[in-house]
């Protein structure tokens, strides 16, 4: 039997915590900052590869993916090193996918070639509105024809290239956003992220939404009709929804992603990342310290950035490996999971619904059951 690397792919997430500015919307691990000694970061992150690498040793390498924060603040000197460091540790893949996230203002853009050179063959644009006032109540730096500028150059690079895209913004209305996904979807994209705005609470729009201060967002009749126009327009084009929020043209779905939603095997380095490794028959989960600084203290005088380690359970595994595979449009494989009384007849109920089938070994969520994916998986869990 295959280990759960070969089943499902091994990839290595890599964290740039910085920032030029904070979004409002944002509650990931990102942090502005007036200097960054980024030969610093460059042995921080080569010494956390060593480790995982001598803890990984003989495993393939499917997936490499710079997130952040924001990674095209990162000079492409850094991360070559970075890179060079990888393939020294493990063998690459063949079709090694190496993705990193870079909004478009003109100075990130400028450093593209940089990235490519460097050895990174797939770019993710954070475009986020096709809407100049929208992208300012967003808190983006850039212009509409700033994003329209960087997926030019980035499509001139880069042969595949992947932009996001938030609606159910204040005061969109569906024929606002039918607009914006038609203009978006007339460059003839490969893939597609599009999200919807999630008000988290540890965000600035958070405490605005608290106060009352977001007027304008959706209610749930116009969430589900914005969710439902937008599958119906990208299927259109050729754009399957293979995942709830991902679109993509046969063979260009995202690959490190597919590695999360298939409970494959990947370890983060850096501020913040998480990591899932089965190791000595064990799954191990891992967390890393928040605080750069504290990372790379950890990092230089403990020899590792991990600030929690621990051994799932059989149930731990059992509900990850559903609420990540029932995101995707082929479902969960079966065999893959180990169910806990009274789960069939919850299927069956759900199957009855219309909102689950069970087919070719695989359990999904039917396209009615995906637009309450949350629902489902309360049901389930």
Not at 63 to 71: D, E, K, L, R, V
Not at 116 to 139: F, I, M, P, T, Y
Not at 154 to 169: C, H, P
Not at 197 to 205: C, G, K, M, R, Y
Request: charged share 20%.
């Amino acid at each position: 039997m295959p280990e759960n690397w070969q089943r499902a792919g091994f990839g290595l997430y890599i964290h740039w915590p910085f920032c030029a500015a904070k979004c409002p919307y944002c509650d990931f691990n990102s942090h502005v900052s007036d200097t960054i000694d980024q030969d610093h970061w460059e042995r921080a992150y080569r010494q956390e590869i060593l480790r995982i690498g001598h803890a990984t040793a003989g495993r393939v390498l499917s997936s490499i993916y710079f997130g952040g924060g924001t990674p095209s603040l990162m000079s492409a000197g850094l991360v070559a090193a970075v890179l060079d460091q990888i393939r020294t540790t493990w063998t690459l893949a063949n079709a090694v996918e190496i993705t990193l996230e870079a909004n478009p203002t003109s100075v990130e853009a400028d450093r593209f070639s940089g990235y490519a050179e460097a050895g990174v063959n797939r770019l993710s644009l954070g475009v986020q509105a096709l809407n100049d006032v929208d992208l300012k109540r967003l808190g983006r730096l850039h212009s509409v024809s700033d994003a329209i500028s960087a997926l030019d150059l980035a499509r001139s690079i880069f042969e595949n290239v992947s932009f996001d895209l938030i609606y159910g913004r204040q005061d969109q209305s569906l024929g606002d956003w039918e607009a914006e996904l038609a203009n978006a979807l007339s460059f003839g994209p490969d893939h597609l992220s599009l999200y919807q705005l999630t008000i988290e609470s540890n965000t600035a729009f958070g405490d605005r939404y608290r106060r009352g201060g977001l007027p304008g967002l959706p209610d749930e009749d116009l969430s589900a009709d914005l969710f439902e126009l937008t599958n119906a327009m990208c299927g259109e084009v050729g754009l399957d929804a293979y995942e709830v929020s991902n679109y993509a043209n046969n063979g260009a779905e995202g690959r490190h992603n597919l590695i999360y939603w298939r409970s494959g095997d990947y370890a983060g380095i850096g501020p913040g990342a998480h990591g899932r490794l089965c190791l000595g028959g064990n799954r191990i989960a891992s967390e890393t310290h928040l605080s750069p600084s504290t990372w790379l203290q950890s990092v230089e005088r403990a020899g590792s950035g991990e600030s929690a380690r621990q051994i799932l359970s059989a149930e731990e595994i059992f509900s990850e490996t559903l609420m990540m595979g029932l995101r995707l449009a082929e479902g969960v494989d079966l065999s893959c999971l180990n169910p806990r009384e009274g789960f069939e007849s919850r299927v069956r109920k759900l199957e009855g619904l219309g909102l689950l089938e069970a087919r070719s070994g695989n359990l999904r969520a039917t396209p009615t059951g995906r637009a309450v994916l949350n629902s489902v998986l309360k049901e389930l869990l």
